[in-house]
């Protein structure tokens, strides 16, 4: 291992009280860093020395973003979310596994009404910021100017790339239960932003139907350009949470919902082996519903509409209530 460079090995002498030969050394592996070096120098950068230390019967470490700083604004999820999206971009041979419990998020991205719903219903849960708590309004999102410029990017930057997505025959129910829940409270104000939010489901439903048959990522504006190709299978007798597991040449990473949609993060090695065997286990008996499994993808979605068609005919009837 060569040497680092001169900036590297100043600002390392610094954070570790060393010469500038004593800290070339560390950089080359001439000479080794103690346990309180490491324990220094990741918690100056926020790294994880776990890789250097697994065993079977060490502790498993995760990180957990949102312990650490909740949103304050109602884009700084997102903002987060792109701060780990430029890391891992920055690999070669990317390839996403999207095990899901709801919808994958980025999907969400791809319809603004019903994301702007849900980041209603996960700051109601969870993040508790003050100006989106007295109800929900389309126009108070629409006025957030980076909001919809960061969905983009990073809707775009997952599509991009190659993957594997395990859905089930329940995931937009979740979504339905909270329009449903959210128009009984009175916290959407407008009849028209319930109606469009049902709208939007109903759009979401038909593309991923689209994804699946294609067995690849499109934009819905842009649907003759297709992007990362994708397997899709149909997951009916496992319950999990969300899980991705991102593989690179580089590295690897799982990351998992709590308190969703916030999420933990490990680069632990035992975890993420044992994170592929699960989704090996779940892939083997679901259905393949991508490409030529026509069969099990009309069946799946035919089943999937019976439920949206089902909801349909309660939120018209809690609309003509309520408003």
């Known amino acids: 291992m060569r040497g680092g460079s001169k ?3 100043e600002e390392l002498g610094a954070l570790l009280n060393l010469k500038k030969s004593a800290s070339n050394n560390r950089i080359r592996g001439a000479t080794k860093l103690s ?32 312990i650490r700083k909740m949103p304050t604004d109602i884009d700084d999820y997102l903002i987060n ?11 070669k041979n990317i390839n996403f ?15 603004p009404v019903l994301f702007y719903f849900k980041l209603f219903v996960w700051n109601y849960m969870s993040w508790k910021i003050p100006d989106y708590l007295d109800g929900f309004s389309i126009d108070q999102f629409e006025k957030k100017e980076r909001l919809s410029g960061i969905m983009d990017q990073l809707s775009h930057t997952y599509y991009e790339y190659p993957g594997i997505e395990i859905w ?5 129910d979740l979504s339905l239960d909270q329009l449903k829940y959210f128009i009984i409270s009175g916290a959407i104000r407008d009849k028209n932003d319930a109606i469009a939010i049902f709208q939007a489901i109903k759009d979401l439903c038909q593309h991923l139907e689209m994804i699946a048959q294609r067995g690849a990522k499109f934009m819905p504006n842009d649907q003759d350009n297709l992007l990362g190709d994708t397997s899709v299978f149909l997951n009916e007798i496992k319950k999990g949470t969300d899980i991705i597991l991102v593989k690179s040449d580089h590295f690897k990473i799982v990351y998992s919902t709590f308190d969703s949609p916030n ?8 975890f993420i082996e044992h994170t592929q065997e699960v989704i090996d286990k779940v892939t083997q008996s679901s259905s393949d519903i991508s490409g030529k499994g026509e069969k099990d993808r009309k069946n799946v ?5 019976k439920k949206v068609l089902s909801a349909e005919k309660e939120i018209n009837g809690l609309l003509d209530f309520i408003y």
Do not use: G, W
Request: aromatic residues 16%; contains cysteine; charged residues 20%.
């Open 35 to 66: 346990l309180t070096e490491l324990i220094t120098i990741a918690q100056k950068y926020r790294i994880s020395i776990d890789p250097f230390i697994d065993s079977k019967y060490h502790p498993i470490s995760f990180t957990c973003d949102a």
């Open 81 to 91: 979310i792109a701060k780990h999206f430029k890391q891992i971009t920055q690999a």
């Open 168 to 172: 089930n025959v329940r995931m937009l």
């Open 7 to 9: 900036d590297f090995v």
């Open 301 to 305: 979605f035919m089943r999937i509409r």
């Open 97 to 111: 596994t999207y095990f899901a419990d709801e919808v994958p998020i980025f999907h969400f991205m791809q319809f």
């Open 263 to 270: 999420f933990i993060k490990t680069q632990n090695n035992r």
